[in-house]
C-alpha cells in the first residue's frame, strides 16, 4: 500500500514556485525517462503506475472520474460509448498533443491506465484499457477503449 494518499499529494507547500510544472518536464519524464528508458516503451511500468493512480482517485461515478481526469488538466474526456463490458472515451487536449506526428506510435498508455483505475474503482471491477487512437500516431486527439469484465 502506497504510503501517500491522493488527498496528502494536495498539500503544497511552495511559497516561489506554485503547485505547477511546466508540461515539458511532464514530457521528458513519460516520453525520454519512461517511454525510452524502460524496456517496452515502459508501457508495464506505465499501466501498472496509472491504475493505482486511477484507483486512489476520489472518484464514486463514471461522470467523477471523466470530471477529475480535466480538473488534473490530463486531457478532456468525451465518453462516445458505454456498454455494459466496455468504455470508449476520446480525450483532447491531451499532454501529447502539438508535439511531432510519429506514425505508429501512441503514447498515452499512461493516461487510458489512470482512466481505466478510476473505473475499477468505480464498479469495483478489474478494468483495462487500450489506446486506439493518439495525437502522436497523428490522430486528431487520443481515444481509449476501456474494457470491463463481465
Known amino acids: 500500500m502506497c504510503p501517500f494518499s491522493f488527498e496528502e499529494l494536495k498539500s ?6 506554485g503547485d505547477w510544472v511546466p508540461l515539458e518536464l511532464y514530457r521528458a ?3 525520454i525517462g ?14 501498472t503506475v496509472g491504475k493505482i493512480i486511477g484507483e486512489s482517485l476520489p472518484v464514486e461515478s463514471i461522470e467523477e472520474a471523466l470530471k477529475m481526469f480535466k480538473d488534473l488538466k490530463i486531457g478532456i474526456p468525451t465518453l462516445l460509448e458505454q456498454r455494459e463490458n466496455a468504455l470508449r472515451v476520446k480525450v483532447d487536449d491531451c499532454f501529447c498533443k502539438g508535439l511531432q506526428h510519429k506514425k505508429g506510435h501512441m503514447v498515452c498508455d499512461l ?8 473505473v475499477s474503482k468505480v464498479l469495483d471491477k478489474k478494468a483495462s484499457s487500450k489506446e486506439i487512437k493518439c ?9 481509449y477503449e476501456v474494457l470491463i469484465p463481465r
Not at 519512461?34 to 499501466?47: A, E, H, I, N
Not at 495525437?135 to 481515444?143: A, H, L
Request: net charge negative.
Open 12 to 17: 503544497i507547500d511552495r511559497d516561489q514556485l
Open 29 to 31: 519524464i513519460r516520453l
Open 34 to 47: 519512461m517511454y525510452q528508458g524502460l524496456p517496452m516503451k515502459g508501457k508495464g511500468t506505465t499501466v
Open 111 to 118: 493516461e487510458g491506465a489512470i482512466l481505466a483505475g478510476a
Open 135 to 143: 495525437n502522436v500516431n497523428g490522430d486528431g486527439y487520443c481515444e
